[in-house]
């Protein structure tokens, strides 16, 4: 795949605000969903916890309708890998559950995603999900010194590259991408090492980094409900997400409470905020 770069959106800081309020809320919204994923609850469940945070704040969902989806998140369970509709499934102990949102503000988007083990976690499941995790912090720490794009799929690849055991595989049939006054606006956001250097990286871009890796091959299908993405040999899938601003002084980590300060200290980044 090559970078889809045409009409970048870059945003004024007026903009990243609402995209952070949007946000603040995305992040509380997962908090509670990911508390409320237990062995017993079903994937609609869920999706009415994470509606009632949104609601409760004002914001309306950019998932419910985009493209007639029916809920307000994403629940993709094990080998399903992203895009699974919520319904009656039952969780149970040890599942791999991505738990995908996003929510509006004044017109304004924000988009995140976690992996949530149900449960007893299977060891390399739970190794699937912290590398995917990393992975994605890697990439968010490496836009921050990165003079193009490209540059974040290529840390998130030499990250999962680096890793001991057996090498897990990073999904190149979906990738990341723009967000702003759309959820899905270019660029593309290549989680691997294309040889593509992508488009130059500028103030006021937004970007979501979503790394999706798997246990096993990474050749997927739709499934029948034309929606869900599944593996093709079952193996098991993470997805983790955060929306990011290229700010005049560095980075934001929009979806993250704290910005990212945390997770990107051992990179040797700090969050460079708008100030209002
Ligand atoms: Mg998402
Ligand atoms: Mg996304």
């Keep these: 795949m090559s970078f889809r770069s045409s009409k970048i959106e870059y945003k004024t800081n007026s903009q990243i605000l609402k995209m952070r309020e949007a946000g603040l809320v995305l992040a509380e919204a997962l908090d509670t ?3 409320a994923a237990k062995v017993g609850m079903t994937t609609k469940e869920l999706d009415e916890v994470f509606e009632s945070v949104i609601t409760k704040h004002g914001t309306t969902s950019n998932f419910k309708g985009y493209h007639g989806f029916p809920a307000t998140i994403c629940a993709s369970v094990n080998e399903e890998v992203v895009h699974g509709i919520p319904g009656d499934r039952v969780l149970e102990d040890g599942d791999v559950l991505k738990i ?4 509006i503000v004044d017109g304004w988007h924000a988009d995140s995603a976690r992996t949530v083990i149900v449960g007893t976690a299977d060891p390399e499941d739970q190794r699937l999900s912290d590398v995917t995790e990393e992975a994605m912090w890697a990439g968010i720490a490496a836009l921050a010194e990165a003079r193009f794009v490209g540059q974040i799929g290529e840390a998130i690849d030499d990250f999962v590259s680096g890793r001991e055991g057996k090498r897990l595989g990073i999904l190149e049939d979906y990738v990341g991408h723009g967000i702003g006054s759309e959820m899905h606006m270019p660029p593309d956001v290549l989680n691997y090492r294309s040889g593509h250097r992508g488009p130059r990286v500028k103030p006021g871009m937004c970007l979501a980094i979503e790394p999706m890796l798997v246990r096993g091959n990474i050749e997927t ?3 029948e409900d034309d929606w869900t993405i599944s593996t093709t040999d079952r193996s098991r899938a993470s997805q983790w997400e ?3 601003a290229v700010t005049m002084g560095g980075i934001w980590v929009l979806t993250a409470h704290d ?3 945390e997770r990107l200290a051992k990179y040797g980044v700090t969050p460079s905020p708008v100030v209002p």
């Design 221 to 223: 299908a739709v499934l």
């Design 100 to 103: 995908d949102g996003g929510c």
């Design 242 to 244: 955060h929306s990011v």
């Design 259 to 261: 910005g990212g300060a």
């Design 33 to 35: 969903t990911v508390a």
